[in-house]
């Protein structure tokens, strides 16, 4: 079934298509290739939307919240918001202060996707990102799917570009398992992580470099906690980025489990991405799907992608794809309750 979902600020017709499979229920609009709304039962087979979203691509346009979003060519930061390739040297927009943000004003959340290829269970967007788009070297072709199965979201990203480019595509979905419209409850899920390191990162939230252990500080995540339990401690990390906003090693898989206390609904992340991004939406402020108020920290995003700024950091592992070579990404949300 699929819907007239709205106009874009371009006034082309944007569409909200939904996939469903077992008591699974996912729609998704071709505007920014968007998860809009993730219904997933509890045990008594209540439904909750636990993705946090607006109601129209208008909305999401004149926000900066990328909620549910395919986020490229570059998810994250790139310090001074340029970066080389076989010696030359590339400019992007910079969107915040001096460095690059999620590749930019225009960036891949804002664009009309075509839809390929839709059946029951699974939808795939496709979008052509010319040679220069955002700065970036290389004519692409992206595709991205949504794959429901029994208790699971598979996101699969494929892309190739006939000139040496970075690839790094995420999808920025703020999850509440209590669902989206008990904000109240989102610091209240239960985080754990096996990442022994995350990357602290500068004023600007551009990466240091270093990779400091998790043992003895606020990021530890190797036990379940609630992720509000340590969010307000006086650690300079917390401080300087508002609460958690870090990318941490995927270590190993699931790399990330959250659990909902009061409905009892898990998920689990696995991802194929060396990093993973913890934003526990500290600047959130806006009002989402049926009038319902997003204040600050009413959602947590699990961004699974490259280490931030890592075009500057040769010692980390690159997003950097040949000409012609493929890039393939999946990262699986799987849900018990
Ligand atoms: C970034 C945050 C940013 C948010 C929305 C996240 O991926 O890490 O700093 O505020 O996206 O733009």
Known sequence: MNTFFGKTPLGEDAYLYTICCGQLQANLTDFGATLVNLFVPDAAGNMADVVLGFDSPA??????????????RNANRIRNAAFIINNKTYRLYANEGENNLHSGPDGYERRLWKVIRQQEDRITFSLHS????????????????????????????????????????TNHSYFNLAGHDHPEKAMEQILSMPARFFTPA????????????????????RLPKPIG???????????????????????????????????????????????IQLYAANYTDTVGKGGVPYPK?????????????????????????????????????????
């Open 59 to 72: 909305a999401y346009a004149a926000s900066d919240t990328y909620f549910g979003a395919t986020v490229g």
């Open 130 to 169: 010319p040679h220069g788009d955002q700065g970036f070297p290389g004519n692409a072709d992206i595709t991205v799917s949504y794959i429901l199965e029994q208790d699971s979201l598979h996101i699969v990203y494929d892309a190739v570009s006939d000139r040496d480019t970075v690839f790094n595509l």
């Open 202 to 221: 500068d004023s600007q939230s551009i990466p240091t470099g270093q990779c400091q252990p998790v043992e003895g500080t606020p990021f530890d995540f």
């Open 229 to 275: 339990r340590d969010i307000g401690q006086d650690h300079p990390s917390l401080l300087l980025q508002a609460g958690y906003d870090h990318n941490f090693e995927v270590f190993c898989n699931p790399c990330a489990y959250l659990t909902d206390p009061g409905s009892g609904r898990c998920m689990s992340v696995s991802t194929d991405c060396p990093g």
């Open 297 to 337: 920290r009413s959602g947590i995003c699990l961004e699974t992608q490259f280490f931030p700024d890592a075009v500057h950091h040769p010692e980390w592992k690159q997003p950097i794809v040949k000409a012609g070579e493929k890039y393939h990404s999946v990262t699986t949300y799987r849900f018990s309750w």
